[in-house]
């Protein structure tokens, strides 16, 4: 069923596991993640950032949203795994209010690059519109590191927990982004990788509620091996190791964002294809690779997170 992100994270929460939220763009990775979650049996959340609507949509973010909801909802209405639809990263007011007004089960208020009063108003707006709508939010306090939203910080602003405490009771949010040291794309770590496990902690403590992880992709080697085998220059890529991983679920995170690990998966496929397959011009042919790979990727990753036969 097609449910609020809200109730699968409600849930996570008090049984200490995680859910990922995959990023999609397009039809195919949808069905990979969706084949996934039959297969482990497990809830999953499916997101959609501002650049995805604006892409489906070509150019109309409201057209993406509304396309990207009808999709959703047909896999989810006709399967017995919950699958929530969730706005990333929303920064644009007209963005934000198109895919409540679309039916996206929950939204992100990304207001995390402005000053804390700011952020506070934002969030509150959006709170107040969104919880009318039964629509629920999630907000991030700190910055990551790396290229977020076109926006480049050259180095991560991470979470003050007391601060997290206050603004979650100011806003009434449903669910919280911290910054713990993670930054989007597969080029996360320059050295070994670290995260804050103790503002983590901390966080959690304060709030007690969902959380969730920006920027936890892994980078799987042997997706990198493929690529780089046919031609893909993935040289440096470093994501968050599996074990870092596992210990950010035990100290409280319940909703993890993974969208590198999934391109990366379909390119290393669709080059691979392409590569042994001269001929080929069925598009249902030559991106079936690539969808395999996404779903092993998938499947391996809620099974890692503790949400498999957890629907
Ligand atoms: O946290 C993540 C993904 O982290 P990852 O890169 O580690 O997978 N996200 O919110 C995904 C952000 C995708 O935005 P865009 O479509 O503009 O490229
Ligand atoms: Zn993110």
Same mark, same amino acid.
């Given at each position: 069923?097609?449910? %609020? ?7 996570? %929460? #008090?049984?200490? +596991?995680?859910?990922?939220?995959? @990023?999609? %763009? ?13 297969? #482990?049996? &497990? *809830? ?8 995805? $609507? ?6 109309? /973010? ?7 909801? !009808? $999709? ?25 209010? &198109?895919?409540?007004?679309?039916? +996206?089960?929950?939204? $992100? ?9 700011? @952020? ?29 939203? %076109? ?8 979470? @003050? ?16 982004? *911290? ?7 597969? =080029? ?19 709030? #007690?509620? /969902? ?18 085998? +046919? ?14 991983? !596992? ?18 998966? =379909? ?10 397959? /001269?001929?080929?011009?069925? *598009?249902?042919? +030559? $991106? ?24």
């Amino acid at each position: 069923p097609y449910v %609020n992100t809200k109730d699968i994270l409600e849930k996570a %929460n #008090k049984e200490y +596991y995680a859910v990922a939220a995959f @990023n999609i %763009n397009n039809l195919e990775f949808l069905q990979a993640i969706v084949e996934g979650g039959i297969e #482990k049996k &497990s *809830p999953l959340i499916i997101e959609t950032s501002e650049g995805a $609507m604006k892409y489906a949509g070509m150019g109309d /973010p409201l057209r993406g949203a509304s396309l990207f909801v !009808k $999709m959703v909802r047909e896999f989810a209405d006709s399967l017995d795994i919950p699958i929530a639809l969730h706005l990333d990263h929303g920064k644009n007011f007209k963005y934000i209010i &198109s895919a409540i007004k679309a039916g +996206y089960s929950s939204v $992100m208020i990304d207001a995390s690059d402005k000053p804390l009063e700011e @952020n506070l108003k934002a969030t509150k707006d959006i709170v107040r519109i969104a919880h009318a709508a039964g629509v629920s939010v999630e907000a991030e306090l700190g910055k990551l590191a790396g290229i977020e939203d %076109n926006v480049a910080s050259a180095e991560s602003v991470l979470v @003050n927990p007391d601060e997290a405490k206050y603004f979650v009771e100011e806003t009434q949010v449903d669910f919280l982004a *911290p910054a713990i040291g993670t930054s989007h794309g597969a =080029f996360k770590f320059k050295g070994e990788a670290k995260l804050d496990f103790d503002r983590l902690k901390k966080v959690k403590e304060l709030t #007690k509620m /969902p959380l969730v992880l920006h920027g936890a992709s892994s980078v799987v080697q042997e997706m990198v091996e493929i690529a780089e085998n +046919y031609g893909a220059d993935f040289g440096g890529s470093k994501g968050v190791p599996s074990d870092i991983l !596992k210990e950010t679920v035990r100290l409280g995170i319940n909703k993890v964002n993974t969208d590198t690990d999934l391109r990366m998966a =379909f390119i290393a496929g669709l080059r691979e294809f392409l590569q042994n397959n /001269p001929k080929e011009f069925d *598009p249902r042919k +030559y $991106m079936e690779t690539a969808k395999s790979y996404v779903k092993k990727v998938v499947s391996d990753r809620l099974e890692l997170l503790g949400s498999a036969n957890k629907a």
